[in-house]
């Protein structure tokens, strides 16, 4: 029997119209954040499967997610149906990116033009100054759910995390160059469904948005 995650964005945050690097900063979910995680887990709960196969009985085997605010708070929204409490896992939180955390990528630009070229030149391998890379994010990020799902083998299993990770750990899965990771869009609450069989991947579905185009 497959294993199948479901992993989830956190819903939208305070401030988000602003489109500022959040990275490891413990910025809140906005009341409209909250409105998309109930829309999400009401979407999650159709496309969740019994072993029967019958779409909308399922149950999850746990909730896991970052632990930053703005995942735990999302997760809970979504577990409450089913009784989980949330497991936060530090390991999935955002890239932390340093001195550029709070700022937008025109005042990133703007202030550190040495640093946002070698990003640019070396987006795999460059972090801004107290931050990470994209490789040092796709070690702990992938540890961690090798972990999660090998405690849950043969289950459906939830993970709630950010952006940048879900980019990350979709681009492993995929088997593609991480210098394009972002090629994949992640909408808050966006809904990606990966089945496991053995150690092999299926990406059934990214991007699924409740009330959205693709949802």
């Not at 952006?163 to 990350?168: F, K, S």
């Not at 995929?174 to 053995?198: H, K």
Request: hydrophobic share 40%; glycine share 10%; with cysteine.
């Amino acid at each position: 029997m497959a294993t199948k995650l479901y992993l989830i964005r956190h819903g939208a945050t305070l401030g988000a119209e602003e489109k500022r690097y959040k990275g490891s900063s413990d910025v809140p979910l906005s009341e409209e954040g909250r409105q998309q995680a109930r829309q999400a887990g009401t979407l999650l709960g159709r496309l969740l499967l019994s072993p029967a196969g019958q779409a909308g009985s399922g149950q999850p085997a746990a909730v896991y997610c970052s632990s930053l605010s703005r995942a735990v708070e999302t997760a809970a929204i979504i577990a409450a149906p089913y009784g989980i409490t949330p497991i936060a896992v530090p390991d999935l939180q955002e890239r932390n990116f340093g001195l550029w955390e709070g700022l937008t990528f025109a005042e990133v630009r703007r202030q550190y033009p040495a640093d946002f070229s070698a990003w640019i030149d070396n987006p795999l391998d460059f972090s801004p100054s107290g931050g990470e890379s994209t490789r040092e994010v796709s070690r702990r990020v992938w540890e961690a759910i090798a972990k999660i799902l090998a405690d849950h083998q043969g289950g459906q299993v939830i993970a709630v995390a950010h952006g940048g990770v879900n980019r990350v750990l979709l681009g492993l899965l995929l088997g593609m160059p991480l210098e394009n990771i972002f090629r994949i869009e992640q909408d808050f609450t966006a809904i990606n469904i990966v089945e496991f069989y053995d150690t092999f991947p299926i990406v059934r579905a990214m991007n699924l948005i409740a009330g959205g185009i693709y949802g």
